[in-house]
C-alpha cells in the first residue's frame, strides 16, 4: 500500500533551487497528517553529491536517479525517470515545485500515472484521508480548494507560497538506477541572463506601468537593484514595446508572490491586479490620486513617480549605509 | 502539414470573477466569453505554419453548446475545420479533458498539435503535456519562437531567467506563450466564411474514452483576502513622501 510523500527536487548550476526544500517541507508537514515516510527525490546528472543537504528539511528517504542522459533538463527523459522513483518509493502523494521544468514534468506525470494533479498550489492540508490543496484560479481572482482522490495525489507548489522549515535527520541516500528510452527531444542552446533575479522567486519587485512613458525604466531598475529586487512591468508597458513579455505581470504574464511590490505608474488593471494580489505589502507610486491602484495597495504615493522613485533608491541606499 | 490546434472557451481577462450560490462554481451570467488567449496565438501560429508549408488546422475544444462561438472565432481567423466535443453537462478535471483529446487526436494523422500553455480559467497548465504524454509524443512548453526543419520542429522557449532553444521529432505538441505572435483579427468576410465551415460535434460518451469520475475536484471557492485602499502617505515634496514611506515600510512593514 502505497505510503510517505515523495518531494521532487530542482538543481540549476549544481546547487538545489530554494523550492526544492519549500518541497520537502511541504511533504514532510502532509507525510506526519497521513504517515510514512517524507521523501525526496534528486534528478539530475552529477547531483549525487548534493541529495544529502535534503535531509535537513525533514527528508528520511533521498532517492538519487543519477544519469548522464539528465544532464540537458529534457522533460521526456525527466519524466521517465520519476516515474520510476515514484514506482520504486511508492508514495500517497507526490510534492513538485511548479516552476517552468516542475509544470512540465508534474502534468506529464499525471497523465503517466493516471494520478490526480493540483497545479500551481499555495496551501495544502489534509482532510481525513484526503489531500486537500488551494490554488489560484483565474489569475488569482478566486482561491479555489481541491481534493485530490487517486494515488498518488500529485501536488505541485507555487514556487515561494511554501515554508521551509529547517528539521535536520539522518536521510538515508538511495542511488536508484533507472532505465531511460532515447529521448525525442534535444537541447540546442540555452540564454540565460546572469544575475537577474527572476520575478516569481524574488523577495522584491518593483514594476513599471504606462506612467513610464517610454524604455527608459533607468529609474524603476535603479529601485529594484538597491532592494536586491527584479522589475516587472506592466502589460501596457509591455505591449509599448518597452520591456520584454517575460517581464510582464498579470494574469496573461507572471502572478508574483513578493514580500514586497512596489507599483510605479501602474493604474491596475484587473488582470494586472490579480497578478500580484499575493503580494505580502503592497506600494503604489502614481500622479494621478483616482488611480484603482491605490485602492489594492497598503501605502501609497500620490506624486511623479521620476520624483519619488528616485527619492525613494536614496532613501534605501542611505539605509544601508 | 497537417495541425490540430486544442483551444478553450473562457471568461475574457476583465470579467469581474464572482462565486456563485453552489460555492464551487462561479457566476457566469454577467460573464463574456472569449477565446482563451493563449490558444488564440496557437490558431495563430498554425494558421502561418499552414500558410507557409501548406497543409490544413483543424480546431478542437471540449465544451458545452456555447463553445461552438469559440470554434467560429478560430474558423473565421481561418481554420479549416473544427470538432467540438459535447461534454453532454459532465465535469471533467484536467486529466480526463487531455484523455479525451488525446482520444480525439489519435483518430486523425496530425504532424503537429498546438495549444496555449494555460488556460487563463483554471490555470491548470495540464493539458497540454499531458494530451502529448497519452499520445507518447515530446512537447516543448511556452514557446515563444519556432521553426520547422524537416521531420523536426526548434522552438525557443522561456524558463525562469532564460530561454532555451529545444529540437523536436515530429509528430510533436507545442504550448503557446505572450511573444509568440499575435493573433489576427476576425475580418467580416471571415466570419461569413466561416459560417459555412462545417462542426463536427462528437458527443462525449460516443467517443470511446471512458473518463471515469473526476478525481480531482473543487469543493469550495473563495476570494483572496481584500487589500483594503492603502495609506497615502503624506509631505511637502515627493522627496519628503519618499522618506516616510521607506520609514514605514522599515519600521512597521519590516520588508525592507
Redesign the interface.
Known amino acids: 500500500m502505497p505510503q510517505g510523500v515523495l518531494a521532487f527536487t530542482e538543481q540549476v548550476d549544481g546547487e538545489f533551487k530554494k523550492i526544492s526544500f519549500e518541497a520537502v517541507s511541504t511533504a514532510k508537514q502532509i507525510a506526519e497528517k497521513i504517515g510514512g515516510p517524507a521523501m525526496a527525490a534528486v534528478m539530475g546528472s552529477g547531483v549525487g553529491a548534493i541529495a544529502d543537504q535534503t535531509a535537513a528539511y525533514g527528508a528520511q528517504r533521498i532517492l538519487v536517479a543519477d544519469n548522464d542522459a539528465l544532464q540537458d533538463g529534457l522533460v521526456d527523459a525527466f519524466v521517465q525517470a520519476a516515474a520510476q522513483l515514484v514506482e520504486k518509493a511508492d508514495p500517497a502523494a507526490v510534492v513538485i515545485g511548479a516552476s517552468a521544468m516542475g509544470k512540465d514534468i508534474a502534468a506529464r506525470l499525471s497523465a503517466r500515472l493516471s494520478a490526480p494533479l493540483a497545479m500551481d498550489c499555495v496551501d495544502v492540508r489534509v482532510d481525513g484521508d484526503q489531500i486537500v490543496a488551494t490554488r489560484p484560479m483565474y489569475g488569482g481572482k478566486v482561491l479555489a480548494d481541491v481534493s485530490l482522490a487517486g494515488t498518488p495525489a500529485i501536488v505541485a507548489i507555487r514556487p515561494r507560497s511554501m515554508d521551509t522549515v529547517a528539521d535536520p535527520g539522518a536521510g538515508e541516500v538511495e542511488t536508484v538506477d533507472i532505465e531511460l528510452t532515447a529521448t525525442a527531444l534535444s537541447l540546442v542552446d540555452k540564454q540565460m541572463e546572469t544575475g537577474k533575479i527572476e520575478l516569481t522567486e524574488a523577495d522584491v519587485v518593483v514594476t513599471g506601468g504606462r506612467g513610464m512613458g517610454s524604455d527608459d525604466f533607468s529609474v524603476v531598475e535603479a529601485l529594484a537593484a538597491a532592494l536586491d529586487g527584479a522589475v516587472g512591468a506592466s502589460r501596457s508597458a509591455v505591449d509599448e514595446g518597452w520591456r520584454p513579455v517575460s517581464d510582464q505581470v498579470g494574469q496573461t504574464g507572471k502572478v508574483v508572490t513578493p514580500n514586497l511590490y512596489v507599483a510605479c505608474g501602474v493604474s491596475g488593471a484587473i488582470q494586472h491586479l490579480a497578478g500580484m494580489a499575493s503580494s505580502r505589502v503592497v506600494v503604489a507610486i502614481n500622479k494621478d490620486p483616482e488611480a484603482p491602484i491605490f485602492s489594492k495597495c497598503d501605502f501609497g504615493i500620490v506624486a511623479d513617480l521620476f520624483d519619488a522613485v528616485p527619492a525613494m533608491t536614496a532613501e534605501v541606499e542611505k539605509l544601508k549605509g | 502539414m497537417e495541425i490540430a490546434v486544442l483551444i478553450k472557451q473562457v471568461?475574457s481577462?476583465?470579467?469581474?470573477?464572482e462565486?456563485a450560490a453552489d460555492g464551487t462554481t462561479?457566476k457566469t451570467d454577467v460573464i463574456k466569453w472569449v477565446v482563451n488567449?493563449?490558444d488564440e496565438m496557437a490558431v495563430e501560429e498554425a494558421l502561418q505554419i499552414r500558410d507557409a508549408v501548406g497543409g490544413s488546422v483543424t480546431v478542437f475544444t471540449l465544451g458545452p453548446d456555447k463553445a461552438v462561438d469559440a470554434l467560429r472565432t478560430a474558423l473565421a481567423m481561418g481554420a479549416d475545420t473544427a470538432v467540438r466535443i459535447d461534454t453532454e453537462g459532465k465535469a471533467l478535471?484536467?486529466?480526463a479533458v487531455?484523455?479525451v483529446l488525446a482520444g480525439e487526436l489519435k483518430k486523425g494523422s496530425f504532424d503537429l498539435i498546438v495549444a496555449g500553455h494555460r488556460a487563463?480559467?483554471?490555470?491548470?497548465?495540464?493539458?497540454?503535456?499531458?494530451?502529448?504524454?497519452?499520445m507518447g509524443?515530446?512537447?516543448?512548453?511556452?514557446v515563444?519562437k519556432q521553426e520547422l526543419d524537416g521531420d523536426k520542429i526548434?522552438c525557443t522557449?522561456?524558463?525562469?531567467?532564460?530561454?532555451?532553444?529545444?529540437?523536436?521529432?515530429l509528430p510533436?505538441m507545442i504550448t503557446t506563450?505572450?511573444?509568440l505572435n499575435e493573433p489576427r483579427y476576425t475580418s467580416l468576410p471571415g466570419i461569413m466564411k466561416a459560417k459555412k465551415k462545417p462542426i463536427d460535434t462528437r458527443p462525449l460518451s460516443e467517443t470511446g474514452t471512458d473518463v471515469g469520475?473526476a478525481?480531482?475536484?473543487?469543493?469550495?471557492?473563495?476570494?483572496?483576502p481584500e487589500?483594503k485602499?492603502?495609506?497615502?502617505?503624506e509631505g511637502e515634496?515627493?522627496?519628503e513622501?519618499?522618506?516616510a514611506?521607506?520609514?514605514?515600510?522599515?519600521e512597521e512593514?519590516k520588508?525592507?
Open positions: 471568461p481577462t476583465d470579467s469581474v470573477v462565486i462561479i488567449p493563449y478535471d484536467g486529466l487531455a484523455k487563463v480559467d483554471d490555470d491548470n497548465y495540464q493539458v497540454g503535456p499531458a494530451v502529448a504524454e497519452f509524443i515530446p512537447h516543448i512548453s511556452m515563444i526548434r522557449r522561456t524558463v525562469e531567467g532564460g530561454t532555451l532553444v529545444l529540437e523536436a521529432a510533436a506563450q505572450r511573444g469520475e478525481m480531482v475536484k473543487t469543493i469550495a471557492l473563495k476570494l483572496p487589500r485602499g492603502g495609506r497615502i502617505i515634496s515627493a522627496a513622501k519618499a522618506a514611506l521607506v520609514r514605514a515600510l522599515k512593514a520588508v525592507i
